[in-house]
């Protein structure tokens, strides 16, 4: 798993480096990628808030009632906050005058990826006590102060933190009460470990859940269930040969 503790005496530009290091154990696949994220993720316009930070990394979110070891920072005084995640290396085509390409080293597989994915596994299979066990392994590297012997995960407390709500968690499968709180609890803790990356929208599409946007003096902006929108558009160079655009 990913080592947040040896993150917390760096500097913002080495926690970044560090979170796309080759000799991170836990990184599986990096790749190099011709970008600007390093430049556009610490304000994107729907990123998190000060304010909502709360909501999603707040005590009352961990299943142990703690803090997390994730810190955020802002450049723009807390109308947008980020994680240090990606460190951009600009390769110079031309020095003199300033040109050249960004790039960023972006994980695109880890273990702790694969770790959640493997506790879903167990759940759907109805295997709830070991995925119980890793989901307090995996909570415990997240929170600095957990206690082995006092910070124990049960399934009545997973329940009662993440209890079922008609039609909000909706795969084309089926699940039990108790195997949606764990699913609930583990596509949660995804949600907060993958921030800016990516994965969040690959729950949202195959849980169908309902996004909810909310902008200064406009309407919300609300992804219902089923939306086309869901569905990636096709590229403008498919399209321009005749491949029919998905609807929207």
């Not at 723009?76 to 990606?86: R, Y």
């Not at 415990?140 to 399934?155: G, M, Q, S, V």
């Given at each position: 798993?990913?080592?947040?503790?040896?993150?917390?005496?760096?500097?913002?530009?080495?926690?970044?480096?560090?979170?796309?290091?080759?000799?991170?154990?836990?990184?599986?696949?990096?790749?190099?990628?011709?970008?600007?994220?390093?430049?556009l993720y610490s304000t994107n316009r729907f990123n998190l808030s000060g304010l909502r930070r709360p909501e999603i990394f707040g005590t009352s979110t961990n299943l142990f009632g703690k803090a997390y070891y994730y810190n955020f920072?802002?450049?723009?005084?807390?109308?947008?906050?980020?994680?240090?995640?990606?460190?951009?290396?600009?390769?110079y085509s031309n020095v003199t005058a300033g040109i050249g390409d960004p790039y960023v080293a972006e994980v695109l597989l880890s273990n702790d990826e694969f770790f959640l994915n493997r506790m879903e596994a167990h759940v759907m299979k109805g295997q709830i006590d070991l995925a119980n066990d890793e989901l307090e392994y995996f909570l415990?590297?997240?929170?600095?102060?957990?206690?082995?012997?006092?910070?124990?995960?049960?399934?009545a407390r997973v329940v009662a933190m993440f209890p079922v709500v008609p039609d909000e968690y909706t795969p084309f499968y089926s699940m039990t009460p108790v195997q949606t709180s764990y699913i609930k609890a583990i596509a949660e803790t995804r949600r907060r470990d993958f921030i800016h990356e990516g994965l969040r929208w690959f729950d949202i599409k195959r849980f169908n859940i309902v996004v909810k946007h909310?902008?200064?003096?406009?309407?919300?902006?609300?992804?219902?269930?089923?939306?086309?929108?869901?569905?990636?558009?096709?590229?403008l160079h498919a399209s321009n040969t005749g491949l029919e655009l998905n609807p929207r």
């Open positions: 798993m990913r080592d947040f503790s040896t993150y917390e005496p760096l500097g913002v530009e080495d926690q970044m480096l560090r979170y796309g290091a080759s000799d991170v154990e836990t990184n599986l696949l990096i790749v190099s990628a011709n970008t600007i994220v390093g430049r920072y802002s450049s723009n005084g807390s109308i947008t906050l980020f994680l240090p995640k990606f460190y951009e290396y600009f390769k415990a590297t997240r929170t600095p102060t957990y206690n082995p012997a006092t910070d124990k995960l049960t399934e909310e902008t200064s003096n406009k309407p919300a902006n609300i992804l219902v269930k089923d939306d086309n929108r869901r569905a990636l558009q096709i590229p």
